[in-house]
């Protein structure tokens, strides 16, 4: 009898497609050639392996002035922009795919760049080394990203603006990566522990890009689960997806080892509409919504703002204001975890009332409108990244040239002067970014309302308190940027 794997123990969720596919295998069959490489994902990480390990090493031995040193400006510039405003949206997990950071936990797991080792391993098909423990189950989600993520946002200032401090993390990260994958199997970190895999893991639910079996029924006849046990083709799912049940872009890392494994060449790379994907599964994802809408206004004040006093706040180790760390500590806390969701739960109570049809509890429609906080939260991110770019974006043509602030000028470009782009009309690119994710909160609200309670005109009621909600929302970011 086959042991029951992560994926299965999870209630199968049953979502009809929406909208257009195009599966780019059979458009583009180059791209599916390359996906088959054995060494597909040692091809996509062995840049970004290199890229971070200039990043550490610059953070602890360069210049400790942030907008000299590549550590910041590479990292908190240009990767962040990369990742939340073109990766994702468009491409969902790609960056799960080529990150560094799990890397050697899976070559020791593997012991091999590019076999693939067949053996016994638990439910596997192949050889894996390490203790292969079981993540613990009520450690099954994501509220430990959550956490973590909220962590890194409370020290952001700090983060951000010290090159050694970066490097250091992003090195316990790698460290943290490794151990657990030598006690855990498969990538324990990148599923239940990494705050950036969590963040892009909830809104990659939006992405243009997804990984899912061409026909269902295929999967349903196939005894061998090449994609989630593995073969002498490919490697088990890392992530523990079984594409036979694969409806959500939330745990597909993208590493492409399914279309390998795959005996019936069932697997499809899709491009589909913005903002397909809006069932949640529990709690823990409707609450990475809320923290990110609340971590996301805090940033917007504290690094687009004015105010002097927050400043000081979240940077204590400049200011020596402790006290003013631990009250702001406070209030991003409670704003993202309790404020945030408590006044939503408020909206969604006279929604539920509203529609007034007796379908589902209030607890249902609170979590399942809590998506509306996805399209809506990640265009608030990206419009907080647009002045960051569009602003201090000259520092990465400099800083290319001297890396660690030493005075090199390796490409002739170190003498760059900062200049901002388009300043004037960065305002109006947030607005409209805004008003863009409003547009599909509310739009997706609808159709989440017609879900609920099988009713277009109860989902009309239903919508109104919480299209009021998402403006509110949406509203408060513009009088940030605008002023």
Not at 96 to 118: E, H, I, N, Y
Not at 221 to 239: A, F, Q, S, Y
Not at 423 to 429: A, N, R, T, V
Request: with cysteine; aromatic share 16%; hydrophobic share 50%.
């Amino acid at each position: 009898m086959t042991k029951k794997t992560d994926n299965e123990e999870h209630e199968e969720l049953v979502l009809e497609p929406e909208g257009f596919r195009i599966n780019l295998f059979k458009k583009f069959p180059l791209i599916k050639k390359f996906a088959k490489l054995k060494g597909f994902q040692f091809f996509l990480i062995l840049p970004s392996l290199f890229i971070f390990y200039i990043i550490i090493i610059s953070g602890l031995i360069g210049t400790p002035l942030g907008n000299r040193n590549i550590a910041i400006v590479v990292l908190w510039i240009l990767w962040w922009f990369l990742l939340i405003a073109i990766l994702v949206p468009l491409l969902g997990r790609t960056w799960c795919a080529m990150c560094p950071l799990p890397w050697f936990g899976d070559l020791f797991q593997r012991m091999s760049f590019f076999k693939v080792r067949t053996g016994k391993t638990n439910y596997l098909r192949n050889k894996m080394f390490g203790l292969n423990l079981t993540w613990p189950k009520r450690l099954k989600n994501i509220w430990l990203p959550n956490i973590n993520f909220l962590i890194l946002c409370t020290f952001s200032a700090i983060l951000v603006t010290r090159p050694f401090v970066s490097s250091f993390v992003v090195s316990m990260m790698l460290i943290v990566a490794t151990v657990l994958a030598v006690i855990f199997r498969q990538r324990a970190f990148c599923s239940h522990v990494c705050p950036v895999s969590g963040f892009i893991g909830l809104y990659s639910k939006t992405a243009m890009l997804e990984l899912r079996s061409n026909d269902k029924d295929v999967c349903k006849n196939c005894t061998d689960k090449g994609c989630l046990r593995g073969n002498e083709n490919g490697w088990g799912c890392p992530w523990f997806e079984y594409m036979g049940k694969l409806d959500r872009n939330n745990n597909c890392g993208l590493c492409m080892e399914c279309v390998k494994s795959c005996p019936n060449d069932n697997i499809a790379l899709n491009f589909r509409p913005f903002a397909t994907e809006t069932t949640l599964k529990g709690y823990d994802e409707a609450w990475k919504g809320f923290i990110d809408v609340g971590t996301s206004h805090a940033y917007s004040l504290i690094y687009l703002g004015s105010s002097g006093i927050l400043k000081d706040w979240v940077n204590p180790t400049q200011s020596n204001n402790w006290t003013g760390f631990f009250t702001y500590v406070i209030i991003l806390w409670l704003f993202s975890l309790v404020v945030v969701p408590g006044i939503f739960f408020l909206f969604t109570s006279l929604s539920h009332k509203l529609a007034n049809t007796g379908r589902v509890s209030r607890m249902e429609a609170f979590k399942a409108y809590s998506y509306i906080l996805i399209p809506l939260g990640l265009l608030a991110w990206i419009a907080f990244s647009v002045p960051l770019l569009l602003v201090n974006g000259s520092y990465i043509v400099s800083v290319i040239s001297d890396p660690l602030g030493w005075g090199w000028n390796l490409f002739g470009t170190r003498d760059f002067q900062w200049h901002p782009v388009i300043p004037e009309y960065i305002g109006f690119i947030q607005i409209a970014l805004l008003l863009i994710g409003l547009g599909y909160a509310i739009y997706k609200g609808f159709f989440i309302g017609q879900r609920l309670y099988n009713s277009p005109t109860a989902a009309f009621r239903g919508l109104i308190p919480v299209a009021v909600f998402s403006t509110v929302i949406a509203l408060a970011f513009i009088m940030l940027y605008i002023g």
